[in-house]
């Protein structure tokens, strides 16, 4: 039996919509990128990425870490988003 966990059909850019509880995340991972064995044109995009960490790191506690694993093998994997 699994508790203390919620699954969420959703972006994760809206991810602040779920951390109303207001006690600080000690750890989050992200694994981006497209599925293993899936459809290599269904990938995170940048935007929303960049939307769910900036979102986390608000809710973070002192000490805290978030773990990114990036699939980089589709056509977007090494797009270089800086200006
Ligand atoms: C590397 S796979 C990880 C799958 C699974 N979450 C896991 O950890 O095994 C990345 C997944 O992110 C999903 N994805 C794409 N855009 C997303 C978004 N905006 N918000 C949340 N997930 C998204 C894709 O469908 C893809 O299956």
Redesign the pocket.
């Known amino acids: 039996m699994i508790d203390r966990v919620r699954l969420v059909l959703?972006?994760?850019?809206g991810i602040e919509d779920y951390l109303r509880n207001g006690r600080p995340i000690q750890v989050a991972?992200f694994?981006?990128?497209?599925?293993?064995r899936?459809?290599r044109s269904?990938?995170?995009?940048a935007a929303?990425?960049l939307a769910?960490i900036g979102g986390l790191l608000r809710h973070l506690s002192i000490g805290g870490r978030i773990t990114i694993?990036?699939?980089r093998g589709h056509s977007g994997g090494r797009k270089n988003t800086k200006k």
């Open positions: 959703g972006c994760h850019s991972m694994n981006l990128g497209y599925l293993p899936g459809d269904i990938v995170t995009r929303t990425t769910a694993l990036s699939y």
